[in-house]
């Protein structure tokens, strides 16, 4: 079983920054691929970066490439997103979540947090 706790998130004016952290807990945690996925008002929950077990392989999604960094602390148990840059169309809830092998599809994820909120006012 892996557990996983979100944090970090909040209120930050356009153009500003955030850093995500997710802390895991877990044997399987520090050999699991991880994901960050978010899910705006009315939309999917949708990947937008993810990292592999070691941290050599990552992902972005086009919307986030250059301005959002994932990486992993293995033995802080932790994955952080790193978000500068910030837009208003960035506001949503975001989720951390864990798979034996990363994936671009939520239900290839039998582990989730709780979500953290982010909002960027304009």
């Known amino acids: 079983q892996v557990q996983l706790v979100e944090s970090g998130g909040g209120l930050v004016q356009s153009g500003g920054s955030l850093r995500l952290s997710c802390a895991g807990s877990?044997?399987?945690?520090?050999?699991?691929?991880v994901g960050w996925f978010r899910q705006g008002p009315g939309e999917e929950r949708a990947l937008i970066s993810g990292?592999?077990?070691?941290?050599?392989?990552?992902y972005y999604v086009d919307s986030v490439k250059g301005r959002f960094t994932i990486s992993r602390d293995n033995a802080k148990m932790t994955v952080y997103l790193q978000m500068n840059s910030l837009r208003p169309e960035d506001t949503a809830v975001y989720y951390c979540?864990?798979?034996?092998?990363?994936?671009?599809?939520?239900?290839?994820?039998?582990?989730w947090g709780q979500g953290t909120q982010v909002t960027v006012a304009s």
């Open positions: 877990g044997r399987s945690f520090s050999s699991s691929g």
């Open positions: 990292i592999n077990w070691n941290g050599r392989n990552t």
């Open positions: 979540a864990a798979a034996p092998i990363g994936s671009a599809y939520a239900d290839h994820y039998p582990y």
